[in-house]
C-alpha cells in the first residue's frame, strides 16, 4: 500500500503562486509516475502534470510555462510550482502515483486564485 499526503494548498489573488507537496510512504517501486490532478466544481478530474521516475515531464496545455512539477526522490516528494496562477485554476488538486497497475491518490488540497 501507499500513502500519498497533500499540502501547500489555499487563497491566493490571480498572479500570484503557490508550491504543493505530495509526500509519499509505503511500498514505493523504482518504477513509477506521480501526478497531480485537478477537480473543479461541477467538471471532471483533470490532469494537470505527472512526473515519472525517470524525471521526463508532461504537462497540460493549460498550465504549461506556468506550473512546474518536480521530484525529490530521497524524500518520495513530488512538488508543483504554480505561478501566474488565473482564477480558472481554482480546483481541489489531488496527487496520484502510479505503479505496476495500481494509481493511489491524496486527499485533495482546496487551491482558490480570488481577488
Known amino acids: 500500500q501507499v500513502q500519498l499526503v497533500e499540502s501547500g494548498g489555499g487563497l491566493v489573488q490571480p498572479g500570484g503562486s503557490l508550491r504543493l507537496s505530495c509526500a509519499a510512504s509505503g511500498r514505493i517501486f523504482s518504477i513509477y509516475t506521480m501526478g497531480w490532478y485537478r477537480q473543479a466544481p461541477g467538471k471532471q478530474r483533470e490532469l494537470v502534470a505527472t512526473?515519472?521516475?525517470?524525471?521526463?515531464?508532461n504537462y497540460a496545455n493549460s498550465v504549461k510555462g506556468r506550473f512546474t512539477i518536480s521530484r525529490d526522490s530521497a524524500k518520495n516528494t513530488a512538488y508543483l510550482q504554480m505561478n501566474s496562477l488565473k482564477p480558472e485554476d481554482t480546483a481541489v488538486y489531488f496527487c496520484?502515483?502510479?505503479?505496476?497497475?495500481?494509481?493511489?491518490w491524496g486527499q485533495g488540497t482546496q487551491v482558490t486564485v480570488s481577488s
Open positions: 496520484s502515483l502510479a505503479q505496476t497497475s495500481t494509481m493511489y
Open positions: 512526473i515519472t521516475s525517470g524525471d521526463t515531464t
